[in-house]
Nanobody, 118 residues
Framework: VQLQASGGGLVQAGGSLRLSCAAS????????MGWYRQAPGKERELVAH???????TYADSVKGRSTISRDSAKNTVYLQVDNLNFADTAVYYC?????????????WGQGTLVTVSS
């Protein structure tokens, strides 16, 4: 499975961001699909993910101003983050976790840079 991310770029503080992540094929046995990010000098962290049943999980840093959704027919996950601040500047990575029966397998997208400016 390949993951194609889109929607990054330069965004003003206080603005909104919408990221898309499309899987190259239909995803079977989905565990979670979502986004991580890595800011300069920091470790990669979860931003948000959604389960096959549609249950979302958000990092505390984006909770209340983010929405993650999934279109299973398009094999695509969307992330909207509102009220952006400088701490949201990072490379955002799409992530997919699937079950292979007795273990899980992870896939990563290539990363898309989001820069929040004043």
């Amino acid at each position: 499975v390949q993951l194609q991310a889109s929607g990054g770029g330069l965004v003003q503080a206080g603005g909104s961001l919408r990221l898309s992540c499309a899987a190259s094929e239909r995803v079977f046995s989905l565990v979670t699909m979502g986004w991580y990010r890595q800011a300069p000098g920091k470790e990669r962290e979860l931003v948000a993910h959604i389960t096959s049943g549609g249950s979302p999980t958000y990092a505390d840093s984006v909770k209340g101003r983010s929405t993650i959704s999934r279109d299973s027919a398009k094999n695509t996950v969307y992330l909207q983050v509102d009220n952006l601040n400088f701490a949201d500047t990072a490379v955002y990575y799409c992530h997919l976790e699937v079950s292979t029966g007795w273990r899980t397998k992870e896939y990563w997208g290539q990363g898309t840079l989001v820069t929040v400016s004043s």
